[in-house]
């Protein structure tokens, strides 16, 4: 990343979905803009020997989620439920995405990650664990896992359960 216009435009391709996920899992979007830009920041102090763009997008991706590992740690307890995102308008829809991300946060942290860049990011079983530190062969098993207590949850809330575990 000796190179200005490279990294500018490994930014900007990779920046949105980077934000994205963190924003995601973390349930802030503070927390979110903090962690991608230190990402960034450790990428130019230290950038690995890597060329092909997509190694490293998941490098950024591995940074990211170990800097939320640590904040995690750091604040020895997750983001409660009970705080609401920013104010969301007031229809159907919003109040569907507002439920979806109040569930989302029940889940435990790496759940989180974990069905984040599965299912959004489109990641594979191979980026996934190299982001997080993985076993790849784990993965399958984990997003298994992952889904089965997001399922719980959303039954839970659809039966008036309340969701928690």
């Known amino acids: 990343m000796d190179n200005p216009e490279a990294f500018g435009e490994f930014y ?3 920046a949105p979905a980077l934000r994205n996920y963190v924003a995601r899992v973390m349930g ?3 927390d979110a803009d903090d962690i991608v830009q230190e990402a960034y920041v450790r990428l130019l102090r230290h950038p690995p020997a890597i060329d092909d763009p997509q190694e490293l997008r998941r490098y950024v991706f591995r940074v990211a989620s170990n800097l939320i590992t640590d904040r995690w740690r750091r604040r020895k307890r997750e983001v409660p439920a009970s705080e609401a995102p920013e104010a969301v308008a007031n229809t159907r829809d919003a109040v569907q995405r507002l439920d979806m991300e109040r569930t989302f946060r029940q889940l435990r942290a790496r759940d989180r990650q974990l ?10 079983h ?3 664990a190299a982001g997080l530190g993985l076993a790849e ?4 098993v984990l997003l298994s896992r992952a889904r089965a207590t997001l ?3 959303l039954r839970d809330e659809r039966h008036g359960g309340g969701g928690s575990k």
């Open 12 to 14: 900007r391709q990779t």
């Open 28 to 30: 802030r979007v503070a």
């Open 115 to 124: 069905l984040w860049l599965a299912y959004v990011e489109g990641a594979s």
């Open 126 to 128: 191979r980026d996934i």
């Open 137 to 140: 062969r784990s993965i399958k």
């Open 151 to 153: 399922a719980s949850l």
